[in-house]
């Protein structure tokens, strides 16, 4: 069985975030110091999420990305991993990381059943990721990628949110990570949800920060401060991944280099996805803020098939950020991304 959508999209992609709290706290993720984290009995537990994830299964999704929140503080990642990709019908169980508890699980993630993971990577200077993480160890981060290597998470994906005036700077040098190791770097374009407000001191203000995706091409093509020439991008098709981004490769390079621009350049008409917030709302669109609160309905013992239903009915065909409506239910972490 295959969920379609008004738009005739298949709904084969479940996004979850099992958990709202993190160990870092990145300015345009988690921006702010009173961060009210979910109470305890508001998140789902790993029978709920499971049970949650064998209807979606049934239902035609076949793969899930676990996010969160950090997903590695989740005291019982590895029995979720292996739940999951045990449920029939899921093929891949990915994961979305800031690679800070990743050295030590990737190897019993792996055993588990994880197939790969995507590391957030804004920047290749210590100082600067310690501020826009606030706390982060960038050399955690990289022990985290040779475990995760160590243990066949392959293909790797590094996701970088691109912010003007604070890492477009570093394209150059982090494209060309891929030239030597097979990675996957993706180009993100900031997105407005819940982060408008003051980063802090030494951070862009809100109306500055934005970098479309045309930027960054331009910015790789026109300009590397270490050798003073521009990258040549050649396209790859077909694209990385069943996700949004379009895909280029530097001549003769062993991994590939992504962009993604809900922004500049919508993807929406490919929208394969559902997800699941850390307090068990389906949410159709990440951009858009309605959601079907299944939590309630699993607890209460009533049936979610139509619930699932309601929540594909209610997918938009487009987010609509052009017409000023922008997600203000949530914060990221709560979403997953
Ligand atoms: N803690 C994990 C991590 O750091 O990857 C997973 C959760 S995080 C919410 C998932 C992804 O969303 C990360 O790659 C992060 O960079 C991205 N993200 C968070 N806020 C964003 C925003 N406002 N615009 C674009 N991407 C964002």
Redesign the pocket.
């Known amino acids: 069985m295959t969920l379609t959508d008004r738009f005739e999209r298949p709904i084969t992609y479940l996004r979850i975030?099992i958990t709202d709290r993190?160990i870092?706290r990145?300015v345009?993720?988690l921006p702010g110091t009173d961060i009210q984290w979910l109470e305890p009995e508001k998140q789902l537990s790993v029978d709920e999420i499971t049970r949650i994830t064998e209807i979606a299964a049934w239902l035609g999704v076949k793969r899930v990305r676990l996010?969160?929140?950090?997903?590695?503080v989740h005291p019982h990642i590895v029995e979720l991993v292996e739940r999951i990709a045990s449920l029939p019908g899921i093929e891949e169980v990915s994961l979305?990381?800031?690679?800070m508890l990743l050295e030590r699980l990737a190897h019993p993630l792996a055993e588990a059943g994880l197939k790969r993971v995507?590391?957030?990577l804004?920047t290749l200077d210590a100082d600067k990721f310690r501020r826009i993480t606030r706390g982060g160890d960038i050399d955690r981060l990289w022990r985290g990628i040779a475990a995760a290597e160590r243990a066949g998470l392959a293909p790797l994906k590094l996701?970088?949110?691109v912010v003007n005036g604070l890492n477009a700077d570093e394209l150059p040098a982090l494209a060309r990570l891929t030239v030597e190791n097979p990675w996957h770097v993706r180009f993100?374009?900031?997105?407005?949800?819940?982060?408008a407000q003051d980063w802090g001191s030494g951070f862009p203000s809100q109306p500055d920060r934005y970098f479309p995706v045309q930027d960054m091409q331009t910015r790789l093509s026109t300009f590397d401060p270490s050798t003073g020439s521009g990258l040549r991008l050649e396209p790859v098709t077909p694209p990385v991944g069943n996700g949004p981004a379009r895909t280029f490769r530097i001549p003769g390079a062993l991994g590939t280099i992504g962009f993604i621009s809900?922004l500049g350049e919508h993807f929406c008409q490919n929208c394969n996805r559902l997800r699941l917030t850390a307090d068990g709302h389906l949410r159709p669109c990440l951009l858009l803020d309605g959601e079907v609160n299944l939590r309630d309905a699993l607890r209460a013992g009533e049936p979610l098939l139509p619930l699932f239903q309601k929540a594909v009915d209610a997918k938009p065909g487009g987010h609509e950020l052009f017409q000023q409506h922008y997600p203000e239910s949530r914060r990221?972490?709560q979403?997953?991304?």
Do not use: F, K, Q, R
């Open positions: 975030s993190c870092l990145c345009y993720c996010t969160g929140g950090e997903p590695l979305t990381t800031n690679a995507n590391i957030s804004d996701n970088t949110v993100i374009e900031l997105m407005p949800v819940g982060n809900p990221m972490a979403i997953g991304g």
